[in-house]
């Protein structure tokens, strides 16, 4: 059987917490950047999105510990615990990519109207944008400050384009790499599983495993 041997399993075992690893680091930063460029369309699932990140950093270096010693206790934890970071990643990646326009807009324009006065000052400073979309009631573009009012030449775009955009960028991202990524987590389930119950050449051979 291919990687049938010790050595194998320990090796493909500890690579791919690596590449966990990497893809924690790379759902927290994508999440990060998505969240720093404007108002999310649901900034629950941006959270979650965070919180699986950091979450799989975790437990990649706990399956890399593990693997290097064999530990059959963190091993086990690790499997669980992985499995249960693949149900929530795909919960979370699916409701990313399944949000449409209507609906990120929908959100949004109820975050714009509880938003005060100040917040909305520096979100249309930030962006660059005034107002949240045309032809609606939050336009509020005799009460902007951004730096597009100083050319009355070409009209300021609408903060809810831009905010949409990057929101829409974000969460496709987002759900696409939690999505592709998620199942490779059953992958490191059935690895740890395997190498748990193999035995060290190395040890005692009347230990028990």
Known sequence: MVCGGFACSKNALCALNVVYMLV??????VAAWGKSQSLQPSDHIIGGIIAVGV?????AVAGLIGAVNH????????MIILGLVFIVQFGISCSCLAINKERQEAILNASWRVMGPRTRTEV???????GFLNGTALCDRDTCTARCKTTPS???????DK?????DEALRILGGVGLFFSFTEVLGVWLALRYRNQKDPRANPSAFL
């Open 24 to 29: 924690g680091f790379l759902l927290i930063g």
């Open 55 to 59: 979450f799989l950093l975790f437990i």
């Open 71 to 78: 530990h059959q206790v963190l091993l086990f934890f690790y």
């Open 124 to 130: 249309e400073q930030s962006l660059d944008c005034c």
């Open 154 to 160: 070409v009209p300021c775009p609408a903060c809810g």
């Open 163 to 167: 905010i949409l955009k990057h929101a």
